[in-house]
């Protein structure tokens, strides 16, 4: 009787799938271990403790060859994160600009973005990234005959070195402040909104915003010395020192990623637009709106329940991507993955390492994304 039950059934099944996945996965896992140990190839994460003994070019935290391999990685992690997040943000910009350029009225604007879209697409990734590299590292001059822009900016094969405030725990201070800033402009502006969906009071926003986004780190910067100190660049030897430094391999790799994505972004945006309904613009223009405000108030607004979803396909596929870094030499989580593994022979866990650290950031932002998606997805009453 109980195996007449569909439900019964069900569940038997999926416990009998579930049994021989698990059994496979035992039987791999133990003949692995058993074959690696029968060939003197230790296994585990102990070597992440022990010292790396290699420099690494870029780093966006304190790190010396002293370090231990577990250090090294976090370096490589916060490289892959820096860029990764810049170039959300540039193609995401750039990607909605050409979108919406593609749907213009200007004949000569449309057909330049089509061909934009069109050529960046069908070209490889790895190729672009070849391609942005061999401009800055052939076409830009030596340190020597570096472009100047007077005494704050040198451009070279280099990279672009420019001045930069020197360390002091006020910028610092304002950091901190611009970031609380920039949390209480988002409360502001949610409280500003209910407020007017309730009463249908306007709050000010500019003059709150601007005290909290300009006004509080000033302030913080102020109360913790007003430092003003700058360091510029000075050639000495080989290179130009002091200041701070955008390497070719960062800037090929930005722009590479940026300039690629923002053509299937494009694509997106593109879609999401056509997505609205014509009578909507057709309001809109009834009601005296101008282009920018049909497009930013009525248009936009209604074309991110359709945008988002394959928007964050994007990037996921941007933060992916950034693993062809280690084609053009910049030191991502993956070349120092790779530099460990070539050293102490644990490949497997250094693999491991690379799927569940790309695994993690995928799934955040696929969480972060389904999130602001159910915020703007349209309400049925």
Same mark, same amino acid.
């Given at each position: 009787?109980?195996?007449?039950?569909?439900?019964?059934?069900?569940?038997?099944?999926?416990?009998?799938?579930?049994?021989?996945? @698990?059994?496979?996965?035992?039987?791999?896992?133990?003949?692995?271990?058993?074959?690696?140990?029968?060939?003197?190839?230790?296994?585990?994460?102990?070597?992440? @403790?022990?010292?790396?003994?290699?420099?690494?070019?870029?780093?966006?935290?304190?790190?010396?060859?002293?370090?231990?391999?577990?250090?090294?990685?976090?370096? !490589?992690?916060?490289?892959?994160?820096?860029?990764?997040?810049?170039?959300?943000?540039?193609?995401?910009?750039? @990607?909605?600009?050409?979108?919406?350029?593609?749907?213009?009225?200007?004949?000569?604007?449309?057909?330049?973005?089509?061909?934009?879209?069109?050529?960046?697409?069908?070209?490889?990734?790895?190729? #672009?990234?070849?391609?942005?590299? !061999?401009?800055?590292?052939?076409?830009?001059?030596?340190?020597?005959?570096?472009?100047?822009?007077?005494?704050?900016?040198?451009?070279?094969?280099?990279?672009?070195?420019?001045?930069?405030?020197?360390?002091?725990?006020?910028?610092?201070?304002?950091?901190?402040?611009?970031?609380?800033?920039?949390?209480?402009?988002?409360?502001?502006?949610?409280?500003?909104?209910?407020?007017?969906?309730?009463? !249908?009071? #306007?709050?000010?926003?500019?003059?709150?915003?601007?005290?909290?986004?300009?006004?509080?780190?000033?302030?913080?910067?102020?109360?913790?010395?007003?430092?003003?100190?700058?360091?510029?660049?000075?050639?000495?030897?080989?290179?130009?020192? !002091? @200041?701070?430094?955008?390497?070719?391999?960062?800037?090929?790799?930005?722009?590479?990623?940026?300039?690629?994505?923002?053509?299937?972004?494009?694509?997106?945006?593109?879609?999401?637009?056509?997505?609205?309904?014509?009578?909507?613009?057709?309001?809109?223009?009834?009601?005296?709106?101008?282009?920018?405000?049909?497009?930013?108030?009525?248009?936009?607004?209604?074309?991110?329940?359709?945008?988002?979803?394959?928007?964050?396909?994007?990037?996921?596929?941007?933060?992916?991507?950034?693993?062809?870094?280690?084609?053009?030499?910049?030191?991502?989580?993956?070349?120092?993955?790779?530099?460990?593994?070539?050293?102490?022979?644990?490949?497997?866990?250094?693999?491991?390492?690379?799927?569940?650290?790309?695994?993690?950031?995928?799934?955040?932002?696929?969480?972060?994304?389904?999130?602001?998606?159910?915020?703007?997805?349209?309400?049925?009453?």
């Amino acid at each position: 009787m109980l195996i007449k039950s569909e439900r019964a059934r069900g569940v038997l099944y999926q416990a009998l799938l579930l049994i021989a996945v @698990g059994g496979i996965v035992w039987y791999l896992l133990s003949n692995t271990l058993h074959n690696l140990a029968s060939r003197g190839i230790q296994v585990g994460f102990a070597f992440l @403790g022990r010292e790396a003994g290699f420099e690494i070019a870029e780093k966006l935290i304190e790190y010396d060859a002293t370090r231990s391999y577990a250090h090294a990685l976090a370096v !490589g992690l916060l490289n892959t994160l820096h860029v990764a997040l810049l170039g959300i943000v540039i193609a995401t910009v750039l @990607g909605t600009l050409l979108g919406v350029a593609r749907l213009s009225n200007n004949w000569l604007l449309a057909r330049i973005a089509g061909a934009y879209v069109e050529f960046m697409r069908n070209i490889p990734l790895l190729l #672009q990234l070849l391609v942005w590299y !061999g401009m800055f590292t052939e076409l830009l001059p030596g340190v020597r005959q570096a472009i100047k822009l007077g005494d704050w900016v040198f451009i070279s094969q280099r990279g672009f070195r420019f001045a930069w405030p020197e360390a002091h725990p006020g910028w610092t201070a304002a950091l901190w402040a611009l970031a609380a800033g920039l949390a209480l402009s988002l409360v502001w502006r949610a409280i500003a909104r209910r407020r007017q969906a309730a009463t !249908g009071a #306007q709050w000010p926003m500019a003059l709150p915003l601007a005290g909290f986004i300009i006004g509080l780190p000033v302030v913080a910067w102020a109360l913790s010395g007003a430092p003003t100190a700058i360091e510029t660049p000075v050639l000495r030897g080989f290179d130009y020192q !002091g @200041g701070k430094v955008i390497s070719p391999e960062f800037a090929a790799l930005l722009l590479g990623l940026s300039t690629y994505t923002a053509a299937f972004i494009a694509e997106v945006v593109r879609a999401g637009i056509l997505a609205v309904h014509r009578g909507q613009t057709e309001a809109a223009m009834a009601l005296g709106l101008s282009p920018n405000q049909r497009l930013r108030l009525v248009t936009l607004p209604q074309a991110l329940r359709v945008i988002i979803p394959p928007m964050t396909s994007q990037y996921l596929n941007l933060t992916k991507n950034s693993s062809l870094a280690v084609a053009i030499g910049y030191p991502d989580l993956v070349a120092i993955a790779n530099t460990t593994m070539n050293q102490t022979g644990q490949a497997i866990e250094a693999i491991s390492m690379l799927m569940a650290v790309y695994l993690s950031i995928s799934i955040a932002i696929s969480v972060f994304m389904n999130w602001y998606n159910a915020r703007v997805r349209l309400v049925e009453r």
